[in-house]
């Protein structure tokens, strides 16, 4: 059976967004966690960025962008579930940029998985960073 040129073209380009996906998960992911506060989990309730000091209109545009850049992710994660690449990485990486009704709660659950948490705590201790809080179920 042979592959059609504009299927080859597709199929290279799936390629290229699985392996662009992987790199910027496996730079992306210990960058972010580093720099999350020890007690990120541990909060009863998160502060949102419409409570937060400072400029509201930066704050309004970051919202904006992390809400498109996760929507795009989350479309992204849902073809690679059909096609070759990281699709559930891709999927989950964009549901945690966005926000939503819920969400602490979700990253709460999720870090109370085994080994999650551990794994977490890992990734700060090798760049010299105190270990998360464990959340309080």
Do not use: C
Request: hydrophobic content about 50%; charged content about 15%; cysteine-free.
């Amino acid at each position: 059976m042979e592959i059609s040129a504009d299927m080859q073209e597709l199929l290279l380009i799936a390629s290229a967004v699985s392996v662009g996906a992987v790199i910027l998960a496996l730079v992306g992911v210990p960058w972010v966690v580093t720099r999350l506060p020890a007690d990120y989990f541990s909060q009863p309730r998160r502060k949102t960025w419409r409570e937060s000091d400072g400029e509201p209109l930066f704050a309004v545009f970051i919202g904006l962008v992390k809400n498109l850049v996760g929507a795009l992710l989350v479309a992204l994660g849902l073809v690679m579930l059909v096609t070759p690449g990281q699709g559930l990485l891709t999927l989950l990486a964009g549901l945690l940029l966005m926000n939503f009704p819920g969400k602490y709660q979700l990253e709460r659950w999720l870090v109370l998985r085994p080994g999650v948490l551990r794994a977490l705590n890992w990734l700060r201790g090798r760049q010299g960073h105190d270990p998360f809080e464990h959340p309080d179920t």
